[in-house]
């Protein structure tokens, strides 16, 4: 061919029809192999190299399709990965537009997965049902001790419960090894008498992670050990999206191992916050009653009258009624003393002799009369005078002094009604049923 006279490409041109040509014949596939160059800039697109021992392709993942990933992707993961081949045409780099990504291997496992959990439910091990204690008397927890999942729940823990009573039990949560080691630590705690397993609590937890990272969760045996534990079992494995079939089979599942821990206790500054606005309650429900009882007092004072002042009034109608009574005996006598004048006027001018027997007979019938009117009178006032000087008696304080108490008052006259009132070393005056008394407090007693 002459060069002078053919037509000849543009680099662009020949990139373009490169691309055109490889996306229609190759098209999209299926390619398994291991990452390596992992980059996530800041326009949320994921570049990487896909290679195997002998070739690599350099690949994208869009930011559109990157957030529907669940792999991990990180530097030497196996993963399989569906997308385009095509070429970018500015430098002319062939490579695979990504539109999705998975875990080499991840359906084989995830095909093993539901297989077990049917099989399990079918058993019935996922039907734990039992309450967790709240707040639990100790925690008991099966993680790494390096693990970050151990780092989160102990700090919320110690954030929001202090008084935690928490046992670390460090096993392995990754490995062909991890399963088997948490049924034997579970089965030790199991076996321990001193735990109860109706104030303590179990939590299995871990960090996120790939299928295969939390493979060990998914463990049959596990499973079962998990359902006839004798203490309640809480399960945190990896991220709220994460499953697996310790979840199911643990009494509560929190979706991550901090949840886990906000689960498992209270807010120590809720409570604090709560037994603030409970002391609120209570200040303002005590000064409420204070007030009102103190209104009641008052009333009660206002309606109390010193027992003199009661005993003067007792005493006021004792004489009253002596009077009352002098005067209807003075009456009563003045009347009969007028109907003897009168008789002896109407006696004068009758037959003396004759009217003097039966006006004597008469007036000795009178004097009878008024003699037995006046003694039954007398007898009734008199009785009314001992029931009024009972009653005064009653309500005298001297009454009670009578029956061996004391009245202690201070040099003021003011009346010593507590121990607390008076000092060693003070004169006391005591007054008595009969007479009083001058004393000195040696000693007091409470």
């Not at 373009?16 to 299926?30: I, N, S, Y």
């Not at 008052?298 to 007792?314: C, I, K, M, T, V």
């Amino acid at each position: 061919m002459n060069p002078a006279t053919s037509t000849a490409l543009s680099v662009s041109e020949l990139n373009k029809q490169a691309r055109q040509a490889l996306e229609r014949d190759v098209g999209e596939v299926w390619v398994e192999g291991e990452l390596s160059n992992v980059s996530r800039p800041a326009s949320g697109h994921i570049y990487f190299t896909l290679k195997d021992d002998r070739a690599q392709v350099r690949c994208a993942l869009f930011r559109q399709r990157a957030r529907f990933v669940s792999a991990p992707m990180r530097d030497g993961d196996q993963v399989k990965l569906r997308g385009r081949v095509s070429l970018f045409e500015p430098r002319g780099d062939y490579q695979l537009i990504a539109e999705a990504v998975q875990a080499a291997g991840l359906g084989e496992l995830l095909a093993a997965f539901e297989r077990l959990k049917a099989q399990l439910d079918g058993e019935g091990v996922f039907a734990n049902t039992r309450t967790l204690p709240f707040p639990p008397r100790k925690i008991l927890i099966l993680s790494s001790a390096t693990g970050a999942a151990i780092r989160d729940v102990l700090a919320v823990l110690a954030a929001r419960w202090p008084l935690a009573d928490v046992t670390l039990i460090p096993v392995p949560v990754q490995g062909v090894e991890a399963a088997p080691a948490m049924i034997a630590a579970l089965g030790l705690l199991n076996r321990q008498a001193r735990l109860d397993p109706e104030r303590d609590v179990v939590l299995i937890t871990r960090g996120g992670g790939s299928l295969e990272d939390l493979w060990a969760f998914n463990n049959e045996h596990l499973a079962r050990a998990i359902f006839h534990s004798r203490l309640p079992v809480m399960s945190a494995v990896g991220h709220e999206v994460d499953v697996t079939l310790a979840d199911f089979a643990a009494d509560v599942r929190a979706p991550t191992p901090s949840a886990a821990a906000e689960r498992l206790v209270p807010d120590q500054h809720a409570l604090k916050r709560q037994l603030a606005d409970q002391q609120s309650r209570l200040h303002r429900a005590m000064q409420r009653r204070l007030e009102r009882d103190s209104q009641q007092l008052d009333s009660l004072r206002a309606r109390l009258r010193h027992p003199g002042e009661q005993l003067n009034r007792q005493r006021q109608h004792v004489a009253t009624l002596a009077q009352r009574l002098t005067r209807a005996m003075q009456q009563t006598l003045a009347q009969q003393q007028a109907r003897v004048t009168q008789l002896g006027k109407r006696l004068a001018s009758q037959d003396m002799a004759r009217l003097h027997r039966a006006e004597s007979e008469r007036v000795s019938q009178l004097n009878r009369r008024l003699e037995n009117a006046m003694q039954r009178q007398l007898q009734r006032q008199q009785a009314r005078l001992t029931s009024a000087a009972r009653e005064l008696n009653a309500i005298s304080p001297l009454a009670v002094l009578g029956r061996g108490y004391a009245i202690a008052q201070d040099d003021k006259g003011q009346v010593v009604r507590r121990a607390e009132e008076t000092q060693p070393g003070q004169k006391l005056s005591l007054r008595l049923g009969e007479g009083r008394l001058s004393v000195e407090v040696k000693r007091r007693f409470k």
